[in-house]
């Protein structure tokens, strides 16, 4: 009797540089849809004076295994010129933007803002009843000052994705 042992899932933040044309992403996003993995986040920006390469930056969650074949089939692509995996490079930084909406008055109000300046949140808006904060950091950082928002009067989120780079001189 054989026993199998399932692969466990984990996080991945892959950066991929690309021809800026148009389907790339399509193609990509297919790579993906294929396998039946989710991307749990998605940025894409020109990085050339030129508007001719684009670095890609995906999260998503999936075995080892199933990463490592999207990652060998992202490369096969024509338009691709590099494929990173973050996570197996070594140390990271990885950051998102965030514009939070939250409506209070009073105490709310106040504790909003008292929360706020504890996480570095911005105020980009203002009216009588409501504010928005800017937040930029870890997306967990992120996800912690939206659910202390929920009880303060959370309305809306908007954020920008996760984007990541490789820490020290080199680039990946």
Same mark, same amino acid.
């Given at each position: 009797?054989?026993?199998?042992?399932?692969?466990?899932? =984990?996080?991945?933040?892959?950066? +991929?540089?690309?021809?800026?044309?148009? /389907?790339?992403?399509?193609?990509?996003?297919?790579?993906?849809?294929?396998? /039946? $993995?989710?991307?749990?986040?998605?940025?894409?920006? !020109? +990085?050339?004076?030129?508007?001719?390469?684009?670095? +890609?930056? +995906? *999260?998503?969650? /999936?075995?080892?295994?199933?990463?490592?074949? @999207?990652?060998?089939?992202?490369?096969? #692509?024509?338009?691709?010129?590099?494929?990173?995996?973050?996570?197996?490079?070594?140390? $990271?930084?990885?950051? =998102? #933007?965030?514009?939070?909406?939250? %409506?209070?008055?009073?105490?709310?109000?106040?504790?909003?803002?008292?929360? %706020?300046?504890?996480?570095?949140?911005?105020?980009? !808006?203002?009216?009588?009843?409501?504010?928005?904060? &800017?937040?930029?950091? %870890?997306?967990?950082? @992120?996800?912690?000052?939206?659910? #202390?928002?929920?009880?303060?009067?959370? *309305? &809306?989120?908007?954020?920008?994705?996760?984007?990541?780079?490789?820490?020290?001189? &080199?680039?990946?």
């Amino acid at each position: 009797m054989t026993t199998q042992i399932a692969e466990v899932s =984990e996080r991945h933040v892959l950066t +991929i540089t690309v021809d800026n044309e148009a /389907g790339i992403l399509a193609k990509i996003a297919g790579l993906f849809t294929a396998r /039946g $993995y989710n991307i749990d986040s998605l940025t894409v920006a !020109d +990085i050339t004076e030129t508007h001719e390469v684009s670095r +890609i930056t +995906i *999260v998503t969650q /999936g075995p080892p295994s199933v990463i490592d074949q @999207i990652r060998a089939q992202l490369e096969r #692509l024509v338009p691709v010129h590099k494929v990173v995996d973050l996570t197996e490079v070594g140390p $990271y930084v990885e950051r =998102e #933007l965030a514009l939070i909406k939250v %409506a209070g008055m009073g105490n709310d109000r106040v504790e909003a803002l008292r929360v %706020a300046d504890i996480f570095r949140a911005k105020v980009v !808006d203002t009216t009588t009843s409501s504010f928005v904060f &800017e937040l930029t950091g %870890a997306p967990d950082k @992120i996800n912690t000052f939206v659910a #202390l928002m929920k009880e303060l009067g959370l *309305v &809306e989120v908007s954020r920008s994705g996760v984007v990541g780079m490789v820490r020290g001189k &080199e680039a990946a």
